[in-house]
Every structure is written in structure tokens, then in C-alpha cells.
């Protein structure tokens, strides 16, 4: 996630650095659920990796944040991963989309997302094939 959108969003919730996912990868879904294209969620993958932030979560921002995500409503559900870190692996919880995968996010999304994981120090070559993904233009056809 975005540094400023997690300031807003959880303003007692520290971040306490960056890591890896192994044998997941990011991919989208429920593209009919009304918004202006797919929502980003991750799924099982034994040759993928996500490159993550993570944050400290004060239960008083996870109660906020379950709201922003929708997870209240069971859009999304949570899970525990393992992150690999460059001190330790460490257990982490994320969200997952309640649905199926498939379909384009909105160029904006994807952006947003390739710009929230080039701020935290994803690699190049990482943040180069979120941008390179296929999206959907502001009109709503492939972009």
C-alpha cells in the first residue's frame, strides 16, 4: 500500500519495512462487483513471488481498514503468509479477494499499485511488469 494512503487509512500503524511472498502472486478479480475494473488479490503460485509492505497494525486500524477494504463485508477475506525479509521470515497477515480471478484492473489502479510498490523499493524489473500489465483505459476497454 501507498505510505500516505496507509497514514490516512491507519495513522497508528507504523511500517516496519518491506519482504517478499514466496509461491504467491498478485493477480485481480471480481470485475463485476461494480467498481471501474478488477481488484487486486493474491493467489498460490509455486514460481511467483509479491514483493509487500508491511505495517504494524494496531487493532484500532485493522477494525478501519477491514472498513476501506470492504473485508467487513466479505469481499475480501485474510489470511496468514509467511514474508521473507532480509532479517528473518516473518508471519503476516493480507487480504484476499473472496471470488475468482479474472479480469483487467483500470490503468489507474494498476498504477496506483506499481507506484505504491516502487515508493517501498521494489525492484526495478518488479514495478516495470506491474506497469507492462494488461489494463483497462479510463473508457473501459482494454487499454
Do not use: N
Not at 500516505?4 to 514466496?22: E, V
Not at 475494473?37 to 509479491?50: F, K, N, Y
Not at 525479509?85 to 480471478?101: H, I, R
Amino acid at each position: 500500500m501507498d505510505p500516505a494512503q496507509m497514514r490516512t487509512r491507519c495513522p497508528h500503524s507504523p511500517f516496519a519495512g518491506t519482504g517478499w511472498i514466496p509461491g504467491w502472486r498478485l493477480t485481480f478479480g471480481g470485475e463485476d462487483l461494480g467498481w471501474e475494473g478488477a481488484l487486486a488479490t493474491l493467489v498460490e503460485d509455486p514460481a511467483g513471488a509479491v514483493f509487500v509492505g508491511l505495517y504494524d497494525i494496531t487493532q484500532y486500524d485493522r477494525i478501519s481498514l477491514d472498513k476501506w477494504e470492504s473485508a467487513d463485508t466479505g469481499l475480501y477475506q485474510t489470511i496468514t503468509l509467511r514474508v521473507s525479509t532480509l532479517e528473518s521470515d516473518v508471519l503476516a497477515w493480507t487480504y484476499v479477494l473472496d471470488g475468482y480471478e479474472g479480469g483487467l484492473p483500470s490503468a489507474r489502479y494498476l498504477g496506483l499499485i506499481a507506484e505504491a510498490a516502487e515508493k517501498a523499493g521494489a525492484p526495478e524489473s518488479y514495478v516495470s511488469e506491474l506497469r507492462a500489465r494488461p489494463c483497462r483505459s479510463i473508457g473501459g476497454g482494454p487499454f
